[in-house]
């Protein structure tokens, strides 16, 4: 199949094409089944946390960890993930994480000893660092303006999906064949991932004969792209919304469920219809985005931090009475918009902030990671609360709620298309190995 000629974009280049090229779709395609894999593993051992909590005799705050230590691998790579896809290339660096998220996998299975289930989530960490970064510039490389928000909301469904399909499927399966089965079935799926990743992927045509992927010199010089404040702002706010969704909701809210009585396939029903939301109206938040005057695309971010405030304050009712029933679906569904919001309204508006090259759009892609896991790494913090006896509510009074009004005041903040770092080098193209 021959490539078409690439959507030329990450700037006001003259020679920019604004129609989106046909096989940019199958591309989109290949990239986002190749990035689910990432979180399928991550939220895999939330899906299941009774089984993972008995099996090794974890607290809270130790449980976790294994969210937290793989979201810091994820966060320390997020900034050497753009200088690696600069280097090796996009096609390696995707094959590179989801080899490692193989690998991760087979190690976590292979005793029962919580060591090695932790030294496979920080291998799945590298996976997830890499491939948060390297995915999303793919897209970014294909997809002109007009449709770049659509593309990348679509892609921004990568975690609702996977969560979706961990806490619908993995119960039933570790029920049915045991808790060490959910892992082999991530490692097969990563497997067909990555064949079909290989086979299909292509570079733009007009990127082709670039010889550098970016800009030129050392690791360093990549960071002038950096002193953009707008994009630190975002990236707050986004920090802000992983805790929230990665961090809180999608690591405790299933074991909170299972403590007001329902079993451990309802509570991952519950939860997943969270992640189903945000998985709906993802790409419809982009394709708004992409409709929004360029000074007002920050309106999304500022709707996720509202949602979440609202959500937080009903969603953990301490009985299932009527009142209490209609708190915790209320809190399902505010926070599958705020999961969307928060997702399909924040990717986007980085390579419009950052959109002088294409390395200057991985490099605010690789704030957004960074932001993405250090939010997660933050797991922890929420169960630490629970540990010390604040209770549900106690804890998200503690930490979610001041938050999410932290990020509502910054949200208004954001300036898409705002000054650039001053130095920053004009229009330049890439190559995307």
């Known amino acids: 199949m021959g490539v078409p000629q690439p959507a030329g974009h990450l700037g006001t280049s003259p020679v920019a094409i604004e129609k989106t090229p046909r096989y940019a779709w199958v591309i989109l395609a290949v990239t986002y089944l190749a990035s689910i894999c990432a979180p399928l593993g991550q939220f895999k051992v939330t899906a299941i946390a009774g089984e993972i909590i008995g099996t090794y005799g974890l607290g809270y705050a130790e449980f976790g960890m294994l969210m937290t230590c793989l ?43 919580v060591a090695l289930l932790y030294l496979g989530r920080f291998a799945e960490g590298v996976g997830l660092g890499l491939i948060g970064v390297a995915a999303p510039t793919i897209i ?23 969560i979706t399909i961990d806490f619908n499927v993995a119960p039933a399966m570790a029920a049915a064949l045991g808790w060490q089965s959910v892992f082999y079935g991530v490692v097969a799926a990563t497997v067909v991932a990555l064949v079909l990743f290989l086979a299909l992927y292509r570079i733009p045509a007009g990127l082709s004969s670039i010889p550098n992927y970016g800009v030129e010199g050392s690791f360093r010089d990549c960071f002038k792209y950096l002193k953009n404040r707008y994009i630190w702002i975002l990236g707050l706010t986004f920090l802000v919304f992983n805790f929230i969704q990665g961090g809180v909701v999608n690591t405790y809210y299933p074991t909170y469920l299972g403590d007001m009585g329902f079993d451990m396939g309802t509570a991952g029903f519950m939860t997943s219809v969270i992640t189903l939301i945000g998985f709906i109206m993802n790409p419809l938040s982009g394709a708004w985005s992409d409709r929004l005057p360029i000074n007002r ?43 969307a919001f928060g997702g399909g309204g924040s990717r986007p508006l980085a390579p419009t902030i950052l959109s002088s090259s294409a390395m200057a759009t991985t490099l605010g892609m690789a704030v957004m990671q ?15 609360c629970l540990d010390a006896g604040l209770g549900w509510m106690g804890s998200a009074w503690a930490t979610v709620i001041p ?31």
């Open 71 to 113: 979201a810091i691998i994820g966060a320390i790579l997020a900034f050497p993930a753009a200088f690696i896809c600069r280097r090796i290339g996009l096609r390696a660096t995707c094959a590179i994480a989801l080899g490692c998220i193989i690998v991760g996998g087979l190690v976590e299975v292979a005793t029962n000893w």
């Open 370 to 384: 960074f932001t993405q896991c250090f939010g997660q790494m933050l797991a922890p913090v929420y169960g630490t």
């Open 140 to 162: 970014s490389l294909w997809f002109p303006d007009r449709t770049r928000g659509l593309a990348l909301g679509a892609w921004c469904t990568w975690v609702p999906m996977a």
């Open 403 to 433: 938050l999410s009004v932290v990020a509502l005041a910054l949200s208004f903040l954001i300036k898409p298309g705002g000054k650039v770092a001053p130095g920053e080098p004009p229009e330049d193209r890439s190559e995307a190995r």
């Open 297 to 339: 695309k920050y309106i999304l971010v500022t709707l996720f931090a509202a949602t979440s405030v609202i959500g937080f304050l009903v969603g953990f009712p301490s009985e299932l009475s009527g009142l209490g029933l209609v708190g915790i679906w209320a809190f399902i569904v505010l926070m599958g918009f705020s999961a």
